[in-house]
T-cell receptor, first 113, second 115 residues
Framework: GESVGLHLPTLSVQEGDNSIINCAYSNSASDYFIWYKQESGKGPQFIIDIRSNMDKRQGQRVTVLLNKTVKHLSLQIAATQPGDSAVYFCAENIKEGRRALTFGSGTRLQVQP | DTGVSQDPRHKITKRGQNVTFRCDPISEHNRLYWYRQTLGQGPEFLTYFQNEAQLEKSRLLSDRFSAERPKGSFSTLEIQRTEQGDSAMYLC?????????????FGEGSRLTVL
């Protein structure tokens, strides 16, 4: 079946460094992607989204890059802070369908002080 | 707090019992979703409502599972004859819109433990 997945299950970075979390997707019909952050004991929280007609989108300290050629999505977090420690999921949605988001299995980000 | 509310937050039950979870979405959000999440995994889609209509159900949703949203506001998810494999976090989310799913606002989940 088609799926969204992540390359690295755990990423450990030093406070102040930049973090890059990667995600591969296989559904060529997907054209809308979202990154979510989930802290322990809480529901996922929206971070940033991107549509397939874009290859980059920036938010506050976060940037999402989309490479449709290789079906790859990444989330860059600038100046990583301890509060960024969480599990990060990418999710995809197919245009025109009524399907809900399909989530990948997540990457845990650990920020070392 | 006007976020998505779920109740109960934790439920421990014996195998074979029925359980029901309730979700109150953000008011005026016409879409409501149920997801299931097990440890270390991403949320898995179960079902989705637009207003009171249940528009999509996952193959994960066996006949022991039923969800309702009778007045297009709150929703309930019932699991009958629970099995140990049903142990998971059940997440509810809501959103507004007609086209793209858009940003989902998740509740903090209802954790089910089946003994």
């Amino acid at each position: 079946g088609e799926s969204v997945g992540l390359h690295l299950p755990t990423l450990s970075v030093q406070e102040g460094d930049n973090s890059i979390i990667n995600c591969a997707y296989s559904n060529s019909a997907s054209d809308y992607f979202i990154w979510y952050k989930q802290e322990s004991g809480k529901g996922p929280q929206f971070i940033i989204d991107i549509r397939s007609n874009m290859d980059k989108r920036q938010g506050q300290r976060v940037t999402v890059l989309l490479n449709k050629t290789v079906k790859h999505l990444s989330l860059q977090i600038a100046a990583t802070q301890p509060g960024d420690s969480a599990v990060y999921f990418c999710a995809e949605n197919i245009k025109e369908g009524r399907r809900a988001l399909t989530f990948g299995s997540g990457t845990r980000l650990q920020v070392q002080p | 707090d006007t976020g998505v509310s779920q109740d109960p937050r934790h439920k421990i039950t014996k195998r074979g019992q029925n359980v029901t979870f309730r979700c109150d979405p953000i008011s005026e959000h016409n879409r409501l979703y149920w997801y299931r999440q097990t440890l270390g995994q991403g949320p898995e889609f179960l079902t989705y409502f637009q207003n009171e209509a249940q528009l999509e159900k996952s193959r994960l949703l066996s006949d022991r599972f039923s969800a309702e949203r009778p007045k297009g506001s709150f929703s309930t998810l019932e699991i009958q004859r629970t099995e140990q494999g049903d142990s998971a976090m059940y997440l509810c989310a809501s959103s507004v819109g007609q086209g793209y799913t858009g940003e989902l606002f998740f509740g903090e989940g209802s954790r089910l433990t089946v003994l």
